[in-house]
């Protein structure tokens, strides 16, 4: 079955701080990974898109990190601020002959930065 | 704002009424999809939209719900009976058509659906 396992489910840190966020999938045949910033009561903004060919992508203070061979994605980000409060969603596109129903969401690690 | 929108952006129902949601994708967009997002959950992929024509639609999408996109544009979803169960925030999302592999979606604000 085609899933994205993200951990933790949920995170506080303090302003200023590093954090790293983990995403593993299952899906197969594999397109793309995508990391979404989702704010409370609002749609999710892209941060990120990697294929299985580029194992690392930056924006701003996120990077993402992608291990095709073992099929983990990270998303660190550094130097936290209190606007990077937020559920973060790792998002897994397989290449299913042309299916645009093939996005597989995660839960979403939810990010809270305290000051 | 050249985003997608959609509206309205909250909305309270009896168990039993119908409702419509909009959505306006970003003008040069071709695709247009509709997701539901519940609480502590990753969005779930509704249905799907090239131009007006629905290509695809998800389990989910049961009998009382239906999409529209009549002139390739804006979009509504339609839910009849609502039951609780529906209490969700139904996202919509639009792409370009091209070339493009990565096929990014654009999402819009949301709307809160609460059934009461």
């Known amino acids: 079955k085609n899933q994205v396992e993200q951990s933790p489910q949920s995170l506080i840190i303090l302003e200023g701080k590093n954090c790293t966020l983990q995403c593993n999938y299952t899906v197969s045949p594999f397109s793309n990974l995508r990391w979404y910033k989702q704010d409370t009561g609002r749609g999710p903004v892209s941060l990120t898109i990697m294929t299985f060919s580029e194992n690392t992508k930056s924006n701003g203070r996120y990077t993402a990190t992608l291990d095709a061979d073992t099929k983990q994605s990270s998303l660190h980000i550094t130097a936290s601020q209190l606007s990077d409060s937020a559920s973060y969603i790792c998002v897994v596109m397989g290449n299913y002959g042309g299916s645009q129903g093939n996005l597989i969401f995660g839960k979403g690690t939810k990010l809270s930065v305290k000051p | 704002d050249t985003g997608v929108s959609q509206d309205p952006r909250h909305k309270i129902t009896k168990r039993g009424q119908n409702v419509t949601f909009r959505c306006d994708p970003i003008?040069?967009?071709?695709?247009l999809y509709w997701y539901r997002q519940t609480l502590g959950q990753g969005p779930e992929f509704l249905t799907y939209?090239?131009?007006?024509?629905?290509?695809?639609k998800s389990r989910l999408l049961s009998d009382r719900f239906s999409a529209e996109r009549p002139k390739g544009s804006f979009s509504t979803l339609e839910i009849q009976r609502t039951e609780q169960g529906d209490s969700a925030m139904y996202l919509c999302?639009?792409?370009?058509?091209?070339?493009?592999?990565?096929?990014?979606?654009?999402f819009g604000p949301g709307t809160r659906l609460t059934v009461l």
């Open positions: 003008s040069e967009h071709n695709r």
């Open positions: 999302a639009s792409s370009g058509g091209g070339s493009r592999t990565y096929n990014e979606q654009f």
């Open positions: 939209f090239q131009n007006e024509a629905q290509l695809e």
